[in-house]
């Protein structure tokens, strides 16, 4: 299983991200295969300009092809999720998600930011043709501490947490494996001869 996870914190440190980072542990000791891509990862003038052909955009959206789903991170501000995390977003094709399950992520100061996710997170990831957006994991920022290990969790959302990557993880389990094109083309041929 491929995921990619995608940090939309402008900040170098933020809750989202360490929230973000349990989650990466986790599926790393379930199995997974996880890459990740960060606002930091990318030069400003290539998101600000929407340079499509930058190196690090390209990789981006080439790994996000590769991907079998996703895992976002934002914080919520003014009720919406990050700016830079939307410009990035802007950068993927318009297909970029189809047939790919995705869990958000989102911390905020207060339960008020909860349905940012809803209002304006599902949909942008709608528009990139996610198969399946599940459930969100909201935090607020009393439930992530910094220390030097990086961050804890809450119990309780270390819990909701994993809960809802085992729910990622479930889905994936449950689709029949991807071929890749030579793959199908050889049963193509084989099945026609087989008739």
């Keep these: 299983m491929r995921i990619v996870t995608l940090a939309g914190s402008p900040g170098l440190r933020s809750r ?25 990862d990318f030069k400003a003038e290539d998101l600000l300009h929407a340079r499509f052909d930058s190196p690090d955009v390209q990789a981006l959206i080439e790994a996000v092809a590769g991907a079998d789903a996703l895992v976002i991170a934002t914080p919520v501000y003014k009720a919406s999720f990050s700016g830079a995390l939307k410009t990035l977003l802007d950068l993927l094709p ?3 998600l189809c047939d790919k399950p995705v869990l958000p992520i989102a911390s ?3 339960l008020a930011h909860m349905l940012a ?3 304006a997170l599902k949909p942008v990831l709608s528009a990139l043709k996610a198969q399946e957006v599940l ?7 009393a ?3 910094y ?11 270390r819990q909701r947490l994993e809960d809802g990557l085992q729910q990622l993880l479930e889905i994936l389990r449950r689709r029949p494996a991807r071929l890749h ?3 199908l083309g050889e049963s193509l041929r084989a099945a026609r001869w087989g008739i």
């Design 135 to 141: 459930h969100g994991i909201f935090a607020v920022d």
């Design 16 to 40: 989202s991200g360490v929230i973000l980072a349990h989650g990466q542990r986790w599926l790393v000791e379930h199995g997974a295969s996880v890459r990740h891509f960060g606002i930091h």
């Design 147 to 157: 220390d030097e290990q990086g961050g804890t969790l809450a119990d309780d959302l």
């Design 117 to 119: 996710v809803d209002y």
């Design 143 to 145: 439930q992530v501490s």
């Design 181 to 183: 094109p030579h793959q």
């Design 108 to 110: 905020g100061g207060s």
């Design 94 to 96: 318009e297909r970029a």
